[in-house]
């Protein structure tokens, strides 16, 4: 019986075989029945009762047995596949790959044919469909794409070699001798530098102990941080850049470029011996770098977040700090250390800083004691300039004398040095771009700071910004100055009553409402005060020409003499690249819109009539061309410049061609007007314009925003000429054509802004005939508005009664709009919505009187009435007044002045 010893179960036999596999495979045949005889649900459940159980070399089985089944049928992936993935998968083929698939089976010829696999296809070149197919109608896009195809002039590779040459041109034996050495040199250097690194840190590496149980005892302090390392890292990749730049550079042969001086950056000998000691030092030490921005910058947040991960960004806010608060920051963000390098990122002009509100740095308060205090206490938490520290005022302050003599004055007081932009470039906050004062290192501060992609991101987008927030500050200016003297009201109020009682109040209120006055005066001063003599001559608080550094001004001098030296040069520079850039904008028209609609004009159904595509494009082409024979002539004149050459006959001669410029100008409103109602009206031109707006190709623009390029350009050309002629020598031959050209520009800007008013003027007539109710039309040829009065219409119940005794009493409010010829009377009514604040204005028409006709007769202020005035007209008199004093003397003078200009 011993050989039939069971283990959990009597039936299961392990020490004889043969009955166990007998059994086994009873057991096994039992179960199969049962699992015949169960539903999917429970068959389910008992494979994943048995999966749970196995072992991992069962399931390793399980998987292997699936693995070495034989494969599936193979079938055709068009028919098992959904629709919608078989055209995915096609839409990665080329137009020759589709075809060729198009042979293989119908299923497969059916999909390929398909037009949403061959419009994008056409679409890229600008082919579009003369027709527009049925529904039922496949393969239209591929046929007229072949068509297209066929009809194209194309070259095979060998007749393209006979016309254009091969890349892979045989070199001569110098040019490959050269190249040859130089690559040889720099990979030595690589190779040296890597070794000296490495026996850098090897050196540096920390001692371990003699056993091994001692070396774990080593605190990791003695050991290199990751942040150590990765600046190590970063301080090898930099020299070793800077080494390769100069190596081969001077492999390279020296070109001229347009100032005569070499196309690369000549290092001085300090700089050279920077680098080679940095490199030297076994010990690399991080340099600090501190960026104040300030909230008033448009989109600050993005300029935060262009800031690189090893500089500290301190953000204050504009208004509401002081000096010494903007000092605190810097001070806990330093911790006691100082900074290699400190940023400035604020709001200002080329003549002082806006730094905070109240404190706008210039020449007059420079000197000022609070001021003084300040730029001293933050020179002292930078670096001095023999160690290469700097700081960095992102203001254009080089771009005038003004500004440099800000630099200037800020460097006497500190010892440290100042650098700013030249603002030598066009565009909103593109200065910062521009070429740096005094700047003798590689770097630029732009490129210190912060990422250079992400602020030029914020640059383009800060120009639609300050458009906005002009627009908003001028309509809310108004409601702003209400709400200013509302709270000064409430001030005075609260302060009397606290203080006096009643009785008092009542006796006093010409009192109360000269101290509400007096508060809004107040608060429009300015906070800055000038410097009184006493302290100009006081020796402690001026600088005074015996106790200037001698040694500081000198080198100053030489300074600014060095960075000033081809600044004439780089203003031309900057206005071949500027134009370059602003043809490049037009050709973006021509190419993106132009081109594609003119060759739909060909086929059956063209996008855009030719009378329409004339209308919009005719005189934009015609400022294209007369631009790029302005750039060739600027180009041709900059391959050989010199300091005597002159560029001011060119924009002369440029002055006198601007006929396109002012055919687009005075069509710009019906060009506009065309593109609105020929997308409206027009589904295909539609579809056209939503293909191409805010793409790459049109650099995220629209059609009517690439249209109002034009009007600014002329705002670039002033400040880039005014720039050239601020550094041309006084009795230079350029000098006088450049004041020339500045002044045939200023002259036609001001026909530009001219036009500019036209059109907002004839916006403000519809939108008045809008508002008013019953209005008649306004649009007239030289009407203008020029103030709008609310009033109250008041009525005298008693007219027998002298002036000084009438009593008055309001019946309605009125709306005076007032034109440079007619007075137009309404009606106003305000109501308010349910669950909205603001309430609703509603104007209707009572009468326009021709201010020829009309008369206008002051009351005299009484007891019972204040500020009232008398309009009578041929038909009708009203009685109003204002709220203030103020409002009747602005409106009476405005309309007594109107009246006299048109009565001549």
């Known amino acids: 019986m011993e050989s039939f010893h069971t283990r959990f179960s009597a039936w299961t036999?392990?020490?004889?075989?043969?009955?166990?596999?007998?059994?086994?495979?009873?057991?096994?045949?039992?179960?199969?029945?049962?699992?015949?005889?169960?539903?999917?649900?429970?068959?389910?459940?008992?494979?994943?009762?048995?999966?749970?159980?196995?072992?991992?070399?069962?399931?390793?089985?399980?998987?292997d047995w699936f693995a070495e089944r034989k494969q599936v049928a193979r079938v055709d992936f068009c028919t098992v596949l959904p629709r919608r993935l078989a055209l995915y998968i096609f839409s990665f083929l080329?137009?020759?790959?589709?075809?060729?698939?198009?042979?293989?089976?119908w299923p497969?010829?059916?999909?390929?044919?398909?037009?949403?696999?061959?419009?994008?296809?056409?679409?890229?070149?600008?082919?579009?469909?003369?027709?527009?197919p049925t529904d039922n109608e496949y393969g239209a896009w591929k046929r007229h794409y072949i068509a297209c195809v066929s009809n194209l002039d194309w070259l095979t590779p060998r007749e393209a070699a006979a016309v254009y040459g091969t890349l892979n041109e045989p070199k001569t034996e110098d040019e490959e001798l050269q190249e040859r050495r130089r690559e040889k040199y720099l990979r030595k250097i690589i190779w040296e530098k890597i070794a000296l690194h490495k026996k850098q840190l090897f050196k540096a590496r920390p001692p371990w102990g003699s056993g091994a149980c001692c070396s774990r005892l080593v605190s990791f302090s003695h050991q290199p941080q990751p942040s150590q390392v990765r600046q190590e890292r970063e301080g090898l990749c930099e020299a070793l850049e800077k080494q390769l730049v100069l190596a081969s550079l001077d492999a390279l042969p020296k070109r001229s470029n347009v100032s005569g001086s070499h196309s690369y950056p000549l290092l001085s000998k300090k700089t050279l011996h920077g680098v080679c000691e940095n490199e030297d030092n076994s010990s690399h030490t991080s340099q600090l770098h501190v960026i104040l921005i300030s909230s008033r910058i448009p989109a600050y947040e993005m300029v935060v977040d262009s800031t690189k991960a090893g500089v500290i960004a301190v953000v204050y806010e504009h208004s509401g700090m002081t000096l010494e608060s903007l000092l605190c920051l810097v001070d806990r963000a330093l911790?006691?250390?100082?900074?290699?390098?400190?940023?400035?990122?604020?709001?200002?002009?080329?003549?002082?800083?806006?730094?905070?509100?109240?404190?706008?740095?210039?020449?007059?308060?420079?000197?000022?004691?609070?001021?003084?205090?300040?730029?001293?206490?933050?020179?002292?938490?930078?670096?001095?300039?023999?160690?290469?520290?700097?700081?960095?005022?992102?203001?254009?302050?080089?771009s005038s004398e003004e500004g440099i003599e800000v630099l200037s004055q800020l460097s006497q007081l500190t010892g440290t040095f100042f650098t700013a932009p030249t603002g030598i470039v066009t565009g909103?906050?593109?200065?910062?771009?521009?070429?740096?004062?005094?700047?003798?290192?590689?770097?630029?501060?732009?490129?210190?700071?912060?990422?250079?992609?992400?602020?030029?991101?914020?640059?383009?987008?800060?120009?639609?910004?300050?458009?906005?927030?002009?627009?908003?500050?001028?309509?809310?200016?108004?409601?702003?100055?209400?709400?200013?003297?509302?709270?000064?009201?409430?001030?005075?109020?609260?302060?009397?009553?606290d203080t006096m009682n009643l009785a008092h109040i009542l006796n006093i209120q010409e009192t109360a409402q000269a101290l509400a006055d007096g508060l809004v005066e107040l608060s429009k001063e300015d906070s800055e005060k000038t410097i009184t003599e006493d302290s100009s001559e006081d020796p402690k608080s001026s600088l005074s020409k015996s106790n200037l550094n001698v040694k500081v001004l000198a080198k100053l001098e030489r300074k600014l003499q060095r960075a000033s030296v081809d600044m004439r040069a780089r203003v031309v520079l900057e206005l071949l690249q500027s134009e370059r850039r602003y043809v490049q904008t037009l050709e973006i028209v021509r190419d993106v819109y132009v081109r594609p609609l003119r060759a739909s004009l060909g086929s059956n159904r063209a996008i855009l009539s030719a009378a329409n595509v004339q209308i919009i494009f005719a005189d934009i082409l015609q400022i294209l061309s007369l631009h790029?024979?302005?750039?060739?002539?600027?180009?041709?004149?900059?391959?050989?410049?010199?300091?005597?050459?002159?560029?001011?006959?060119?924009?002369?001669?440029?002055?006198?061609?601007?006929?396109?410029?002012?055919?687009?100008?005075?069509?710009?409103?019906?060009?506009?007007k065309t593109i609105e109602k020929c997308r409206?009206?027009?589904?295909?031109?539609?579809?056209?314009?939503?293909?191409?707006?805010?793409?790459?190709?049109?650099?995220?623009?629209?059609?009517?925003?690439?249209?109002?390029?034009?009007?600014?350009?002329?705002?670039?050309?002033?400040?880039?000429?005014?720039?050239?002629r601020l550094h041309t020598p006084a009795g230079h031959v350029d000098r006088e054509d450049l004041t020339t050209a500045i002044n045939q520009i200023k002259t036609y800007q001001g026909f530009i802004d001219q036009m500019k008013e036209n059109i907002k003027r004839k916006e403000q007539l519809s939108d008045i005939q809008k508002i008013v109710r019953g209005c008649p039309v306004l649009s007239e040829v030289n009407r203008y508005l020029i103030r709008v009065q609310d009033v109250a219409q008041i009525h005298c119940c008693d007219e027998g009664v002298s002036f000084s005794l009438r009593l008055y009493e309001q019946i309605h409010d009125l709306s005076l709009f007032l034109f440079n010829d007619l007075l137009l009377v309404s009606s106003r009514a305000t109501s308010h919505m349910p669950f909205e604040r603001t309430p609703k204005t509603t104007y209707h028409f009572i009468a326009a009187v021709t201010l020829h006709s009309l008369f206008v007769e002051d009351i005299?202020?009484?007891?019972?009435?204040?500020?009232?005035?008398?309009?009578?007209?041929?038909?009708?008199?009203?009685?109003?007044?204002?709220?203030a004093e103020v409002e009747k003397f602005l409106w009476l003078s405005a309309l007594q002045n109107t009246i006299r200009r048109s009565m001549k």
């Open 13 to 63: 036999p392990f020490s004889n075989k043969s009955l166990n596999r007998q059994l086994f495979q009873e057991r096994v045949a039992l179960i199969s029945h049962w699992f015949d005889l169960w539903t999917n649900k429970q068959r389910q459940e008992f494979l994943f009762t048995m999966l749970l159980r196995c072992t991992k070399s069962q399931l390793r089985f399980v998987q």
């Open 94 to 105: 080329n137009p020759k790959d589709l075809c060729a698939a198009a042979q293989v089976s």
């Open 108 to 132: 497969w010829k059916f999909l390929t044919e398909q037009d949403c696999l061959w419009m994008p296809k056409c679409v890229r070149f600008g082919w579009f469909l003369p027709y527009t």
């Open 335 to 398: 911790h006691g250390q100082k900074a290699h390098s400190v940023g400035i990122f604020s709001d200002g002009d080329s003549r002082g800083i806006n730094l905070l509100k109240g404190y706008e740095i210039a020449i007059k308060n420079l000197l000022k004691p609070e001021v003084r205090d300040f730029w001293e206490k933050l020179g002292s938490s930078v670096a001095t300039e023999e160690e290469g520290g700097h700081v960095d005022i992102f203001v254009p302050l080089g």
């Open 428 to 497: 909103s906050y593109q200065h910062i771009f521009s070429d740096w004062l005094g700047l003798e290192w590689l770097q630029l501060p732009p490129t210190i700071y912060f990422n250079e992609s992400k602020l030029q991101t914020w640059s383009n987008l800060s120009d639609s910004l300050e458009d906005t927030l002009k627009s908003v500050r001028k309509e809310l200016n108004p409601l702003f100055k209400d709400l200013q003297k509302n709270i000064s009201g409430r001030m005075v109020g609260k302060f009397l009553f």
């Open 628 to 672: 790029r024979q302005f750039l060739d002539n600027l180009r041709d004149r900059l391959q050989d410049w010199g300091p005597a050459h002159c560029v001011g006959d060119i924009f002369t001669r440029f002055g006198s061609q601007w006929t396109p410029y002012t055919n687009f100008f005075n069509n710009y409103s019906v060009v506009l």
């Open 680 to 724: 409206d009206m027009l589904p295909a031109f539609r579809a056209f314009l939503k293909r191409r707006e805010k793409s790459i190709v049109t650099k995220m623009l629209s059609l009517p925003e690439l249209l109002l390029r034009p009007s600014r350009r002329f705002e670039e050309y002033t400040s880039l000429l005014y720039a050239l």
């Open 860 to 883: 005299p202020d009484s007891k019972y009435v204040k500020n009232a005035f008398v309009l009578q007209g041929p038909k009708h008199e009203w009685i109003c007044a204002t709220e």
